[in-house]
């Protein structure tokens, strides 16, 4: 069974940094990678989709990569704003349907 | 743009009760997906429905059950509600293995709480 690990759990960082956040999965036989953000009692957000054949995804200041071989994505922020602030949330799908996501890591960032 | 529309926000409800939760989404999509979300414990999927009528068991599907009679809309029942049925659900619609290309997109959520 996949499984996908987040970390770390929670980051803290000051208004402006670029920051990255990390997502690691053991079976290196994906379709996709999807990164998520999720605000407080709120539903998840889609930020990117890396097709397994993309190295990276780029959407505003997010940035994403994949490296299949080595069962892992980063996802870089630039220039962190406060409204940055949510968890970040990876899932990554099986030769099914079933979607297997990490357990997030929670960004804070202080104006 | 996208929309995914859980039917409640909040909802309160009697142990033992049925409840039902409604799912509805305007993209066409086949696959439809029902998690709930614990602290600690992340997403669970319940169930999953890759075109109607027709459904998949997903990691907890114990004490739920569901139906999707129409395309664009997926609903969860709790057959008769506990308290550990407490907690945050939350549909989602898209994506999968065979939809590669297509992002998952999810509903705002439903707070569920069983007294």
């Known amino acids: 069974k996949q499984e996908v690990t987040q970390i770390p759990a929670a980051l803290s960082v000051p208004e402006g940094e670029n920051l990255v956040l990390n997502c690691s999965f053991t079976?290196?036989?994906?379709?996709?990678l999807q990164w998520f953000r999720q605000d407080p009692g709120k539903g998840l957000t889609s930020l990117l989709l890396i097709q397994s054949s993309q190295r990276e995804q780029t959407s505003g200041r997010l940035n994403a990569s994949l490296d299949k071989s080595s069962g892992r994505s980063t996802l870089y922020i630039a220039a962190s704003q406060p409204g940055d602030s949510a968890t970040y949330l990876c899932?990554?799908?099986?030769?099914?349907?079933?979607?297997?996501f990490g357990t997030g890591t929670s960004l804070t960032v202080i104006p | 743009d996208v929309k995914v529309t859980q039917s409640s926000r909040y909802l309160v409800k009697r142990t033992g009760e049925k409840v039902f939760l409604e799912c509805v989404q305007d993209m066409d999509h086949e696959n439809m997906f029902w998690y709930r979300q614990d602290p600690g414990l992340g997403l669970r999927l319940i169930y999953f429905?890759?075109?109607?009528?027709?459904?998949e068991k997903g990691d907890i599907p114990e004490g739920y059950s569901v139906s999707r009679e129409k395309k664009e809309r997926f609903s969860l029942i709790l057959e008769s509600a506990s308290t550990n049925q407490t907690s945050m659900y939350l549909c989602?619609?898209?994506?999968?293995?065979?939809?590669?290309?297509?992002?998952?997109?999810f509903g705002d959520g439903t707070r569920l709480s069983i007294l």
């Open positions: 989602a619609s898209g994506g999968g293995g065979l939809s590669s290309n297509q992002p998952q997109h």
């Open positions: 899932a990554v799908p099986n030769t099914g349907n079933q979607f297997y």
């Open positions: 079976d290196s036989a994906i379709y996709n």
């Open positions: 429905s890759y075109d109607v009528k027709m459904k």
